[in-house]
């Protein structure tokens, strides 16, 4: 597995592949990977004959009151973990590499981005668009893989890579959870021993919500309810659940059609998201 730290030599190994008619997957990651990123890596590798996994801490889409600084890192185990999965190349760049001083051209979605997590975090997902825009450009891959654990953010690129006619496929992996159910994430690693068992109330929430749901109950105020209910029994505090349409993101009051309960809280001072499609 190549180790690559600069963008041109980046985006020659890609030029490379593409001339020996290879094509390229992409798994975009901020690193300390687990399963659900591994996931997406075997994903890449089932459908591409490369696949690039890259590791970036972007600060732009970070608030300045949120976690930059203390956002978990360790590039050793990535690296063998990238390794043992069959990665081709792991791309690690430093924020020097990606952002010029003066860097002043932003890539900006400006509907999806509204709702659910863009309400709180206002800036997060201008940082998301610009820096998955930059590496689409650097990696130049023919596949990118997200995951659905972050279903805002892989709606959002869709929506992107549609928008700016990048041709790249984007390809949606499952979420992958801990034996428990709760999904995982980077950011599980703040939770102390109880708060990591109150966290659970995310999932069991939404899966509450899904046997009403497959049960027949539509109205979305009862699907939510059961989230909520659950989440602020176990001492969780909501950012939000809300049931939205999966085209749109907007808030719709039933589950008619295809759409997407969502929902953020805080166990302690860690913000955890998760959600469910239906329909
Ligand atoms: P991150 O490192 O948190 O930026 O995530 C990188 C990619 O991994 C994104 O596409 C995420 O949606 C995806 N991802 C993170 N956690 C999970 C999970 N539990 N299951 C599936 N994909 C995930």
Request: charged share 25%; aromatic share 8%; glycine share 6%.
């Amino acid at each position: 597995m190549k180790i690559i730290r600069t963008v041109a030599e980046m985006q020659q190994l890609s030029e490379s592949w593409r001339q020996q008619q290879l094509s390229i997957g992409f798994v975009p990651t901020m690193g300390f990977l687990h399963e659900g990123h591994l996931s997406l890596v075997d994903l890449a590798n089932s459908c591409c004959d490369r696949t690039v996994v890259s590791i970036f801490i972007n600060p732009t889409q970070f608030g300045p009151e949120e976690d930059f600084d203390e956002y978990p890192r360790d590039l050793a185990r990535d690296e063998d973990l990238c390794r043992q999965k069959g990665a081709d190349a792991l791309f690690y760049p430093d924020q020097r590499e990606m952002y010029a001083a003066d860097f002043s051209t932003w890539v900006q979605e400006i509907n999806l981005s509204k709702s659910l997590c863009g309400r709180s975090r206002p800036t997060h997902f201008r940082g998301v668009t610009t820096v998955v825009t930059k590496l689409f450009n650097i990696v130049n891959p023919h596949v990118a893989v997200f995951g659905s654990k972050d279903a805002q953010q892989a709606l959002i690129i869709q929506r992107l890579t549609r928008d700016l006619n990048f041709p790249i496929r984007i390809v949606l992996g499952p979420i992958v959870r801990e034996a428990d159910g709760l999904a995982m994430s980077s950011r599980n690693r703040y939770l102390n021993p109880d708060q990591r068992k109150r966290a659970l109330a995310l999932y069991d929430g939404l899966q509450k919500a899904a046997e009403a749901y497959e049960q027949g109950e539509r109205q979305g105020e009862v699907l939510k309810g059961l989230v909520r209910d659950r989440v602020q029994e176990a001492g969780g505090i909501i950012d939000y659940v809300e049931l939205v349409s999966q085209d749109t993101l907007s808030e719709v009051s039933a589950a008619d059609g295809p759409v997407l309960l969502a929902v953020a809280a805080f166990f302690g001072e860690t913000r955890l998201i998760d959600n469910c499609f239906f329909g």
